[in-house]
């Protein structure tokens, strides 16, 4: 059952992702991205990380995802922008990423035999997340804060016409 | 389900990001390919997080989403601005700070 979810989830990820890549009409695209991060919440519950699931769904497929296509509608983007990038740069490093990536893949494959341990009793529950998160990671969570507010207060500059 | 086919997917989708952002043109689509690249990265920190029984990979990917929410946010904002100078996303149209 667990094994099923998993290829179903992976095949569901993988394809949306090589539509987000490749799709010529940006609206096709975020949604794709959309469907992605809802397999990758599906992924999260498969490893017990239920808080992080749901955040995932909240934060990600439901505020990110609405302001991008937001975005895309704002500017009217149908279906421009096709085609390869000009220049050496790109034409030279994608083959060497790819190459790259690939050997990291392999190489993530061969390590970490097994399976996974037995889960740990209360692991992934909200609990166990917020009083790992108010404690040990106080000060980065308050820091997380001021970053919030100064997205908040940079998007706001850059996008006025006039302040 | 073992932890090295999580790592492979996560792998897979982090490759087919690099790829988005070194291929493509459109400044949005390059930002959700990096939308994807740091999913990816999620990903096998919950996976190693399940691996060792540790909450701490759990943190760490809250603190991701919330950098992903602000990088969007900002990230969206300088596209916004730079169609209303250039009428364009394309990103080899916009080189306004090359000499």
Redesign the interface.
Known sequence: M??LA?FVL?LL??VS??V??THRN?VV??LA?AF??VA?AG??F????Q??AL??VI??AG??MV??LF??M??N?KQ??G?????IV?RV??PV??LV??A??GR??L???????A??PG??TVE??GR??YTR?FY?FEV?SL??V???V??????K?RL | ????????????????????V?????A??I???I??ML?AA??AF??F???W?Q??G??Y???V??????????G??????L??LKET????EIHLLKW
């Open positions: 667990q094994l998993f992976s990820a993988l992702a090589i987000v890549v940006p695209a975020a991205l992605n991060l990758i992924f999260y498969l490893l017990d990380a808080f992080i955040l995932q934060v990600y505020a990110i302001l991008i975005v895309i704002l500017l983007l421009e922008l085609g390869r990038p000009s220049g790109p490093l994608a990423l790819g990536f690939a990291i893949l993530a494959f390590s970490l035999r097994g399976g996974f341990p889960r740990a692991y992934g166990a997340v790992e998160m990671f980065p997380v970053l919030l100064a997205a908040m940079g998007a706001v500059l850059l996008a016409r | 389900m073992a932890p090295r086919a999580l790592l492979l997917v996560s792998a897979a989708l982090f490759t087919l990001g690099v790829l988005g070194v291929l493509r043109r459109g949005i689509t930002l959700m390919c939308e994807l999913n999620n990903l919950i996976t997080a399940r691996q029984n909450a701490e759990q943190i990917v809250f603190f989403i919330t950098l992903a929410a602000a990088e969007a946010a900002v969206l904002a300088i596209v916004i601005a169609f209303r996303t394309d990103v080899d």
